[in-house]
């Protein structure tokens, strides 16, 4: 039986959550770390929960930075999920050093102190009027760090938790999102199945 | 802004959900999957299941419960109840969780809270805190409420968000299953010594007693017996929250 979506195990993961949505949304899944399947699946979810240093190794020792740089590059469809969009951007504070995938011209770092750390909840999602496949609602979101702006050639939603923050990006059929829409209710299961949709432009 | 979550809590003892006064007197109420799905069709903000039958009776982790309430579930699950190792939470994230609480084994060996922040992030670790009141404190108690350790509660909360917790489910031993509402001054007291976020739970009979909760540092509001007796429905809660001034996810 052919696989309609790969999800990229990175390492333990709430791959469970990203699987049962697929599921809800009537795909068939399959989960792998191959970088050939990475590079040829039509749709791709890299998800992530974990941290920026370890998890970098871990695409690196799985040969899988190049593979996952030129399908996002390419704006071929791909859905990145809390740590996955933090990947794509060039580093983080939680792991200082260490290069991200470098997609995005960007750096994560931590929420201020003025607010709870980790953010934990729902928050309002504010998209831009430009985007394809992002809405305004409320999202669940679990992350101790954030990007601060969208960056240029990229469309996208933002929230406030302690000053606005990126809360999503998407390009193409590339979707990069902060909070988790497996875990955002029916908002964010009609967010995956629009991306679930989407095509290259 | 981060808006106030209004949490259901599925206590499950050999794969049925039960509910107690101060921990016991334990009685059926009901199927876990039936009362999750019904859950996620009121559009409840997060899910807790707590295995209370693993603690006493030395159970494993009641991983099939978990497996099919995430089939039906497409919103957060925080499950706890005989976490003792970084294995036995990643069985649980595997079958489903997306954040594990733990409690007995955090206070026996609180290392177990820094290896799980390391492993899989602090955002998915939480301290489920059994506290109970003390000579105008409180103290930790553990193995579902039935050893007092003596230990200082606002303490160990703040040595725990220290070494690795990322949020703490807040539970009053003196309010569980009252109906009075929540311990207030315990709420204040762990707000001011912690940063992360802190789950009220314990004594919820009404939206009065959640409103309160918030007001008093909570960043979420769980409750058990009000949701599974079927006489309030999330939505219906949520209404009332919000015509008391609470901003809620509608």
């Known amino acids: 039986m052919k696989s309609d979506v790969v999800i990229v195990r990175t390492g333990t993961a709430n791959l469970a959550s990203v699987v049962a949505a697929l599921g809800r949304a009537g795909r068939r899944v399959r989960i792998t770390s191959d970088p050939e399947d990475v590079a040829g699946a039509r749709r791709l979810v890299l998800p992530g929960v974990g941290s920026f240093g370890p998890v970098t190794a871990r695409i690196d020792e799985l040969g899988l930075r190049a593979p996952l740089a030129d399908r996002v590059r390419e704006g071929r469809p791909t859905l990145a999920i809390c740590l996955g969009l933090q990947m794509l951007a060039a580093a983080s504070e939680e792991d200082a050093g260490v290069a991200g995938l470098g997609i995005l011209p960007s750096v994560a770092t931590r929420f201020p102190e003025s607010v709870r750390v980790p953010q934990l909840g729902w928050n309002r999602v504010e998209a831009d009027p430009s985007c394809r496949l992002l809405r305004n609602g409320c999202a669940y979101f679990a992350n101790s760090f954030r990007l601060e702006e969208i960056p240029e050639g990229w469309t996208g939603a933002t929230s406030d938790h302690g000053g606005r923050f990126v809360a999503a990006v998407e390009r193409g059929a590339v979707l990069a999102c902060q909070f988790h829409p497996e875990l955002s209710g029916g908002w964010g299961q009609s967010l995956i199945e629009r991306w679930l949709e989407a095509q290259p432009c | ?250």
Not at chain 2, 11 to 38: C, I, T, W
Not at chain 2, 129 to 149: F, K, M, P, Q, Y
Request: aromatic share 4%; glycine share 10%.
């Open chain 2, 1 to 250: 802004m981060l808006i106030p979550r209004v949490i259901p809590c599925l206590d499950v003892a050999n794969g049925r959900v039960v509910k107690g006064v101060k921990f016991q007197g334990l009685r059926e109420s009901g199927d876990p999957v039936e009362l999750a799905a019904a859950y996620a069709a009121q559009d409840a903000d997060e899910l807790v299941v707590l295995d209370v039958a693993a603690t006493p009776e030395a159970r494993g982790n009641h991983l099939e419960v978990v497996r099919a309430v995430r089939q039906v579930l497409p919103l957060p699950l925080t499950v706890g109840g005989g976490v003792r190792t970084a294995a036995d939470a990643e069985a649980l994230l595997e079958a489903g969780a997306d954040k594990v609480a733990v409690n007995t084994a955090a206070v026996r060996r609180p290392e177990l809270l820094t290896e799980l922040a390391t492993r899989f992030g602090c955002q998915c670790t939480v301290l489920a805190l059994d506290a109970a009141r003390r000579n105008g404190g409180w103290e930790v108690v553990i193995r579902s409420g039935r050893h007092r350790t003596g230990d200082d509660a606002v303490a160990w909360a703040a040595h725990a968000a220290e070494i690795g917790a990322g949020e703490i489910l807040l539970t009053s031993w003196d309010r569980d299953g009252t109906g009075i509402g929540y311990d207030l001054e315990l709420i204040a007291a762990i707000r001011a010594a912690v940063a992360v976020p802190i789950i009220a739970s314990g004594g919820a009979s009404g939206p009065e007693h959640m409103v309160a909760a918030l007001g008093a540092g909570a960043d979420a509001v769980l409750a058990a017996t009000i949701f599974h007796d079927g006489h309030t429905t999330v939505p219906d809660l949520k209404a009332r929250l919000a015509a008391l001034g609470a901003e809620v996810r509608l």
